[in-house]
């Protein structure tokens, strides 16, 4: 298995632009997280999903931001307009049970 | 809100010596996992504890999670320069979601 693959690795972009950022999960995992990583808040979890289904997207910071999974193969994380403050290294990760996370290298987002 | 507590935030150490990283709360978890994270990467599962009081050994590396199960610790033996990299505790709540909070982390330099 590849493990988690998101995309892109590095995206650069102007303050009220779209983002769009893709994971692909583990085949066979039914749970995925997306979590942002900054020095000053650490890892945080933005929202995550079972079976396809969001279960908890109160760590979303605002209405700018929407996640989808509409299949078990993929999800999106798209934040309109960006700003900023958004720039972080955003996390997909995937997960079976209670057996632990497996996380993708990341997206390192950058808002000028 | 549940917070895990990790101490020290850094530390810099020289190849050969000891180490303990500790990760509190005053929230009890159902289990409790280490990560190890490496600059431009994801997290990666080291070893997750589950019973209270429970020890594990991962070759140089001891995980202690607390007979209360709101506490753990790592402890590096004989610190290798290879063993350099972001900490991350992580606990599950208590009502087993699958949902984990992350400690801030403990960034480790081993010096040669």
């Known amino acids: 298995d590849a493990g988690v693959i998101q995309s892109p690795r590095h995206e650069v972009t102007e303050m009220g632009q779209e983002v769009t950022l893709r994971c692909k999960p583990i085949?066979?995992?039914?749970?995925l997280f997306w979590y942002r990583q900054t020095m000053m808040r650490g890892l945080e979890l933005l929202i995550y999903f079972n079976n396809n289904v969001p279960i908890d997207d109160s760590g979303m910071p605002e209405d700018r931001f929407s996640a989808k999974m509409p299949n078990a193969s993929f999800s999106t994380l798209k934040i309109q307009p960006s700003e900023p403050r958004d720039s972080a290294v955003y996390f997909c990760?995937?997960?079976?049970?209670?057996?632990?996370?497996?996380f993708g290298s990341g997206t390192r987002l950058t808002v000028v | 809100t549940q917070l895990l507590e990790q101490s020290p935030q850094f530390l810099s150490i020289q190849e050969g010596e000891n180490l303990t990283v500790y990760c509190n709360s005053s929230s009890v978890f159902s289990s409790l996992q280490w990560y190890r994270q490496e600059p431009g990467e994801g997290p990666v599962l080291l070893v997750t504890?589950?019973?209270?009081?429970e020890v594990k050994k991962l070759k140089r590396l001891t995980f202690q999670f607390g007979d209360a199960r709101k506490d753990s610790s790592l402890h590096i033996t004989a610190a290798q320069p290879g063993d350099t990299g972001l900490y991350l505790c992580?606990?599950?709540?208590?009502?087993?979601?699958?949902?984990?909070?992350f400690g801030q982390g403990t960034t480790l330099q081993v010096k040669p």
């Open positions: 992580a606990g599950d709540s208590s009502s087993n979601t699958g949902k984990l909070i």
């Open positions: 085949s066979g995992h039914n749970s």
């Open positions: 504890v589950v019973t209270g009081g």
């Open positions: 990760a995937s997960s079976s049970g209670q057996v632990g996370y497996t």
